[in-house]
């Protein structure tokens, strides 16, 4: 079990690229989840996957966001035409659904660090 | 909409003392699932104790415990015999039983001194 993984773990870009962001869940785990965090807050929810279908989106997610798990594994988020507001650590996290529909515990990866400049 | 508060931005306690942080949460839901998270600086989020609304025993975790007041909507973290190693932000957290977003309090930073 090697855990929730991220990449890049910090990108610096410039306002109007665009970045994307990796996150690899535990292997066994169906569902998939996106959050933002900015300096001393709390995770904001962003959208969430249950294998490739994305179920559930926050209206914190723009339409310069887009989110994608192709095939059920990795998924990406893509951020395009940065801009200085973005600057936050996006954080990954996966779990699985138990017996009676219990949710499992979330395990979260180190998160991408975003610094738009 | 659910929503959690931590009335606490900062702690501070002395080793081997006892503290308590605070949660409430406000929803409409019967069944749902509470959490404590626990974020040491410039490392990744880890569960800390969870708590199924449908059970009325307050859950433990060794030194972590839990009173969990339904009627109130309270469900605050009791960490004894506090480790300098629990230095952390510690997040409250709720998901409903339909098990889908996680939705975070803002955090309480908790600072453990010797």
């Known amino acids: 079990d090697t855990g929730v993984s991220q990449n890049p773990r910090h990108k610096i870009t410039k306002r109007g690229q665009n970045v994307t962001f990796r996150c690899d869940p535990i292997?066994?785990?169906?569902?998939l989840y996106w959050y933002r965090q900015t300096l001393g807050q709390g995770p904001e929810f962003l959208t969430y996957?249950?294998?490739?279908?994305?179920?559930?989106k926050s209206r914190l997610l723009s339409d310069r966001f887009s989110a994608e798990r192709p095939k059920g594994s990795f998924s990406t988020l893509e951020i395009q035409r940065t801009e200085q507001g973005d600057s936050a650590m996006y954080l990954c996290?996966?779990?699985?659904?138990?017996?009676?529909?219990?949710?499992?515990?979330?395990?979260f990866g180190e998160g991408s660090r975003l610094t738009v400049l | 909409a659910q929503t959690v508060t931590q009335s606490q931005p900062e702690m501070s306690v002395q080793e081997a003392e006892t503290v308590t942080l605070s949660c409430t949460y406000d929803?409409?839901?019967?069944?749902?699932?509470l959490f404590w998270y626990k974020q040491p600086p410039s490392r990744q989020m880890i569960l800390v104790i969870r708590q199924e609304a449908y059970k009325q025993q307050n859950a433990t975790e060794n030194r972590f415990s839990v009173n969990f007041q339904k009627a109130a909507k309270s469900f605050s973290l009791k960490i004894s015999d506090s480790q300098l190693g629990d230095t952390a932000m510690y997040f409250c957290a709720f998901m409903t039983s339909v098990g889908t977003a996680l939705i975070f309090g803002k955090g309480t930073t908790l600072s453990v001194s010797s």
């Open positions: 996290a996966s779990n699985t659904i138990l017996g009676r529909g219990q949710p499992g515990e979330l395990f």
């Open positions: 996957f249950q294998n490739e279908a994305q179920l559930e």
């Open positions: 292997s066994e785990h169906n569902r």
């Open positions: 929803t409409s839901e019967n069944n749902y699932y």
